[in-house]
């Protein structure tokens, strides 16, 4: 995408934003980041974190939302991007860029006109030096997948597979069930019928079955299956990502399985972290 056109959409977006409605009431602050905010001439997508403060009714849509296994942050990027393409958007993660020291810019804040939020943007000059960001920090594993893995957490596998702390892959998980009875039922019994949740931890103990593993030793989106020792950790949309070394090193962990973005009939991508080196696995913070 080029620049011009990347600076209506924004241009469009924060105007949308300092207008309000439904959801976009609760949004503070928006902040850029990427190539856009580096002056690329030929950004590709716009990167954005949303600051928001839910209120009462999102949050219980968001509590239903997760039960079931739905998008608990659809209807807010409904209200922003609309059905607009371009957007890479993140939510709340401003201080965990922060700490990874990837250059934020500030656009929008709660109260302020739009003509303050238009004012930053128009400051930031186009430098034909910049280029893209390396999208920023890839892997074969991420291909196609990118723009459900964050930044800051493809720095942070980027960085260990550098190191040879551990092995990234990119793997396509098919429609299955366990053939272990008990597995099976602790599926169907934490998750409604049609939930993508379902259907993801399905076809997750099913591939770790086929493999050869014990679907009943995995420890399933923070909670074990049934055994206590558990070797496989599968975990959805990086909740819980802090916890791949702990997991990984002194749980005893033989590999973590992280279904990128569960849905009800698309495909089931999933990214398999492998430990090579535990000793130095340890000392990692994510």
Not at 28 to 37: H, K, P
Not at 152 to 179: C, F, N, Y
Request: aromatic share 8%.
């Amino acid at each position: 995408m080029k620049r011009a056109r990347a600076t209506a959409l924004i241009e469009e977006l924060l105007t949308r934003i300092a207008a309000g409605d439904r959801h976009l009431d609760m949004i503070d602050e928006v902040w850029l980041f990427g190539s856009y905010a580096r002056g690329a001439l030929d950004p590709g997508d716009v990167d954005l974190d949303i600051e928001y403060t839910a209120d009462e009714e999102f949050r219980r849509f968001q509590v239903e939302r997760i039960a079931y296994g739905g998008d608990w942050m659809a209807p807010l990027r409904r209200a922003i991007v609309g059905r607009r393409r371009g957007f890479q958007i993140s939510y709340d993660k401003r201080e965990l860029y922060e700490q990874k020291k990837i250059p934020l810019t500030l656009l929008w804040r709660r109260g302020e006109p739009i003509t303050a939020a238009l004012d930053r943007l128009r400051a930031i000059t186009p430098d034909p030096a910049a280029g893209r960001s390396p999208r920023d920090a890839m892997l074969p594993a991420f291909d196609g997948i990118d723009r459900w893995v964050p930044l800051p957490i493809r720095e942070a596998l980027v960085k260990q597979v550098q190191e040879g702390t551990i092995a990234v892959e990119q793997i396509e998980l098919t429609d299955a069930e366990p053939h272990n009875s008990q597995a099976l039922r602790f599926v169907v019994d934490r998750w409604q019928g049609g939930s993508p949740l379902r259907r993801a931890d399905l076809a997750a103990l099913a591939h770790i079955e086929r493999a050869g593993g014990n679907p009943l030793a995995v420890h399933l989106q923070g909670q074990d299956v049934h055994e206590p020792d558990t070797p496989h950790f599968i975990a959805f949309k990086w909740r819980y990502y802090t916890r791949i070394p702990d997991c990984l090193t002194e749980w005893g962990g033989q590999e973590w399985i992280e279904i990128i973005n569960p849905t009800r009939t698309r495909p089931l991508h999933a990214v398999r972290i492998v430990p090579l080196d535990r000793s130095r696995l340890t000392s990692v913070s994510f």
